[in-house]
């Protein structure tokens, strides 16, 4: 018996171990939140030329002395990929599209957004798209049928050996690399595929050196709860960029009700920092973006504290989300999508410095 309750006590430590080496601590919470916080908004930095279309998601790197910013814009059949360029991360000039839409008999003929991957995920690093295989990569979603996020939204793959920075179209995988009809979808997933972030881990933490942080939603239940409008992140893992499978049966980031979605994951110290977006909780208003922290990629402790970017101004009143944030030169500038009342969506900034303010607004609105 004594034998028995030594082990069981070994057993309980060693779980109590365990749980305690996943978990971020409230002292490093507090240190994350305080290092990222961006209470200062600069305002938008890029519009679309027209009210008729919707830009979204930006995603930063640097290539040489100059910075770029992908995003998408929505201008009433889908998504397509744009390109951006700044030398001082306020200052933007568009150079042109990296994916647009294709034949309609294509899976992703009529959507494809684009988000970059195999970014130096170092906080405060050079964020510089990396090669793999002599190829620089995208993942992105996409759908043939024509209209907001309309019809099967599935992820793809896309890639070019041509420099990034140069606008110009990226090859693409025939086939998607997930859907939602796959054999082996997870519970939340069976709906709708979104936004997904890849990121190279070289020390493969999880077993892979690549690894997918994904949105998405689905229509089982779960615990007696209908899920078909809420979304949820989970993940993926890969040895060649080529071939992905599941990691896990459950999402790694979610919350009750509403949107839990767009992952970005940095590297800071010992742990691994997720931005992320939330929309319609129960207990927060709106659309606004939070973050998370994990020493294993795998299990996430989540902020309970303020919101990193929040609805505050005109043109950010409906919603303020979908972060992508940067450290430079002891400035912090967290960039995220504005949605005002008329629901015109363009980008807009926000820094842990105070920039001064841009003077850049929608067509057609004087705020």
């Not at 779980?15 to 978990?23: L, M």
């Not at 709906?191 to 999880?206: E, I, M, P």
């Not at 929309?279 to 709106?286: E, M, P, S, T």
Request: glycine share 8%.
């Amino acid at each position: 018996m004594r034998y028995i309750t030594g082990i069981l006590f070994l057993a309980s430590c060693y779980t109590a171990f365990a749980q305690q080496k996943d978990t971020v601590s409230q002292v490093e919470m507090e240190k994350i939140y305080n290092e990222v916080k961006t209470p200062h908004k600069y305002g938008l930095i890029i519009v679309p030329s027209d009210d008729s279309k919707k830009m979204d998601c930006p995603s930063v790197f640097r290539k040489g002395k100059n910075w770029y910013m992908t995003y998408v814009i929505f201008d009433g059949r889908g998504y397509e990929t744009w390109l951006s360029k700044s030398k001082d991360l306020l200052n933007w000039q568009t150079l042109g599209r990296v994916m647009s839409f294709g034949d309609t008999t294509k899976w992703d003929g009529s959507q494809r957004a684009g988000y970059i991957a195999l970014q130096n995920n170092k906080w405060g690093g050079n964020y510089k798209l990396k090669k793999y295989k002599g190829k620089y990569w995208m993942s992105y979603f996409g759908g043939a049928v024509k209209g907001y996020e309309a019809g099967d939204l599935s992820i793809g793959m896309a890639y070019t050996t041509v420099d990034p920075s140069i606008p110009h179209e990226w090859k693409r995988f025939e086939k998607p690399i997930f859907t939602s009809k796959d054999a082996d979808v997870r519970w939340w997933e069976n709906r709708k595929l979104f936004k997904s972030s890849v990121v190279w881990d070289k020390g493969k933490t999880t077993g892979h050196p690549f690894v997918m942080y994904y949105n998405a939603n689905g229509d089982s239940a779960k615990n007696n709860i209908k899920t078909r409008w809420f979304e949820r992140i989970g993940m993926a893992v890969s040895d060649d960029m080529v071939n992905w499978k599941r990691f896990n049966p459950e999402p790694v980031v979610h919350h009750p009700v509403g949107i839990t979605g767009d992952a970005v994951v940095q590297k800071m110290g010992d742990n691994w920092v997720m931005f992320y977006f939330g929309a319609f909780w129960q207990d927060r208003k709106g659309a606004f973006n939070r973050f998370a922290a994990s020493k294993d990629m795998v299990n996430w402790t989540d902020w309970t504290g303020e919101n990193l970017v929040q609805s505050s101004e005109p043109y950010d009143e409906l919603y303020a989300h979908k972060s992508f944030v940067v450290k430079h030169k002891g400035v912090v500038y967290h960039f995220y999508c504005a949605v005002n009342k008329k629901e015109q969506r363009g980008i807009a900034v926000a820094t842990s410095k105070d920039l001064g303010k841009s003077k850049i607004n929608f067509v057609n609105s004087t705020k």
